[in-house]
């Protein structure tokens, strides 16, 4: 198949802006140009041209590897967003008249149902309209697929030391190839250390990631402007077809992406919501240690793009100067990640009812911090969904008293490996037993972390009303009834003085933000 000229391919992109060039009803055609492809929005559909360019992690730079890595797209985004993507077209015909559908072949595009730009989530976001319950929708169906994907066995290279850290070393280079300014080289050279101590860090963690079936074929590219609210539900476009390295990774990792460009938006609580709902179903805590560690990966691919497009022609004064601010700003983000940070242990205690679970959800994201949940590890241990009902009598079932030391013993697993990683956890349980206690603040103290009891204390009779009213939501976790309340208020152990010296009483007045930042803050 013989490789079309730049003068061509200037025919077919001013042809393809042209209404008339579609089999189909456009009123006017909007070009949309990233530094790999061209996106033509055209009536009800959009077409997307890839660019003719090698930049050697990606190569599109003949007809025949264009037309393979359409076909690879269609594939792919099937698993994300099947309503979306539709067909690959040929283009054909003369290159002075290029038409939809025509022999001989000029150049191929991925056909894709065109939805409102403003349901993008960049664009939501930046109009005030995206909200928790959009990210916590996006984090369960994420988690969903991820859970769907294909696994790399053990004869794949996918998910080796080798195999993750060679784009990651990649992106130095690249980025160095680019750009000679002191600062982003002093930079870079902060970062590849830091990159290549982790290495040796994290190789057994790595191994077991493997080892355990965490490295699938991923979508590779979750960031805000690849993910939409569509139809009245999540949609994620775009996968990384252009490198099977790039998409065969561990999920922490795919996940790691959209973190991040929450945290590059100044949203970090909303990023640190996304992840907590995205365990909470996946139940993937043993992942945690690696997030800090793609995120400085991942805002390092956003800072190589912006590196990639300032050395395209075309750029005015204007888009060079805002595409070199952003670089800075990844950079400087990837700079924060590798900071020491205070990782403070936190528990709650009290009863059934009392209005912990809804707390600590608002209260992690304000601190950075991992949320474990004693009513969802309880029931993933039993292979139950979250909203399943065991139909447990009390002290039996996944209520014995097995069940609750196998529930306790899988949080503080979960907290000893989070908090190794410097990340901060809060743990939401009851805590009525003054030995599971004590065990957790034994913890921090061997780890040196700080360690914090979240008092919460409400009224008897306003205990029993929430019981009763919570057993009749379907979305309810817990399944403790009045008469499990009646045996935690007989059977309770009391705070000690030891541990009130760590306590902070909780009520209905207590603002999560503002007890967020005081933690934080000592």
Same mark, same amino acid.
């Given at each position: ?13 001013t ?39 090698n930049?050697?992690f ?23 967003? +099947? ?16 038409? #939809?559908?025509?022999d ?16 993008q ?15 916590c929708?996006?984090?369960q ?39 000679s ?20 860090? #994290? ?15 991923c ?24 490198? +099977? ?54 805002? #390092? ?62 209260? &992690? ?19 139950l969904?979250?909203t ?62 700080s ?43 009391e ?13 209905? &007045? ?13």
């Open positions: 198949m013989q490789e079309i000229s730049d003068k061509t391919q200037q025919q077919l992109i042809r393809m802006l042209t209404p008339s060039f579609y089999n189909h009803p456009v009123d006017a055609v909007k070009l949309v140009e990233t530094h790999i492809s061209w996106v033509f929005l055209a009536g009800n559909f959009a077409y997307k041209l890839k660019k003719p360019v930049f050697g990606l190569d599109f730079s003949t007809v025949e590897k264009r037309r393979y890595f359409c076909y690879e797209e269609l594939r792919l985004n099937s698993h994300f967003a +099947p309503h979306i993507y539709l067909d690959v077209v040929q283009i054909g015909g003369s290159p002075d008249n290029p038409t #939809l559908d025509q001989p072949p000029i150049d191929y595009v991925v056909k894709m149902r065109r939805f409102p730009q403003s349901q989530l960049d664009r939501m976001l930046d109009n005030g309209l995206l909200t928790t319950e959009h990210l929708a996006f984090a169906f994420i988690a969903q697929v991820h859970n769907r994907c294909a696994i790399a066995d053990n004869t794949s290279e996918y998910g080796s030391s080798a195999m993750v850290m060679e784009p990651i070393m990649q992106n130095f280079v690249q980025i160095r190839h680019l750009q300014s002191g600062d982003i080289l002093d930079r870079i050279n902060m970062l590849e250390t830091w990159g290549k101590l982790m290495r040796t860090k #994290l190789r057994d963690l790595l191994i077991k990631r493997k080892d355990t079936g965490f490295i699938r074929e979508h590779g590219d979750f960031h805000l402007a690849n993910m939409a609210w569509f139809d009245g539900g999540p949609v994620v476009f775009d996968c990384i077809e252009f490198s +099977p390295n790039l998409r065969w990774i561990d999920v922490i990792n795919d996940i790691a992406f959209l973190a991040m460009d929450l945290d590059d938006h100044e949203q970090a609580p909303n990023g640190w919501r996304f992840i907590n709902r995205y365990l909470q179903i996946s139940g993937d805590y043993g992942g945690v240690p690696l997030l800090n560690f793609y995120k400085v990966y991942r805002a #390092l691919v956003r800072a190589k793009v912006l590196c990639l497009r300032l050395s395209q022609a075309g750029l005015d004064k204007e888009e060079r100067h805002t595409n070199l601010s952003r670089m800075h700003s990844y950079l400087g983000l990837a700079g924060q990640y590798i900071l020491p940070t205070r990782a403070p242990l936190l528990i709650t205690h009290g009863l059934s009812g009392s209005g912990k679970t809804v707390f600590v959800n608002q209260l &992690a994201a304000h601190c950075k911090a991992i949320s474990l949940h004693s009513d969802l590890e309880r029931k993933r241990l039993h292979n969904a979250e399943a009902c065991s139909g447990s009598p009390v002290n039996n079932g996944i209520y014995s008293e097995a069940a609750g030391k196998a529930t306790y013993d899988r949080l503080y697993a979960y907290a000893e490996t989070i908090l190794q990683a410097g990340i901060p956890v809060i743990v939401d349980a009851t805590f009525l037993k003054k030995e599971l206690r004590y065990k957790m603040m034994d913890l921090a103290a061997q780890l040196g972390s360690f914090i009891i979240l008092d919460f204390q409400v009224a008897d009779e306003e205990l029993r009303r929430r019981v009763l009213m919570r057993l009749t939501d379907p979305k309810c976790v817990s399944e403790a009834d009045e008469q499990v309340l009646e045996l935690q208020m007989k059977t309770q152990e705070l000690s003085e030891q541990e009130r010296r760590f306590v902070i009483p909780i009520d209905a &007045a207590t603002n999560p933000v503002h007890l967020a930042h005081q933690i934080m803050a000592v």
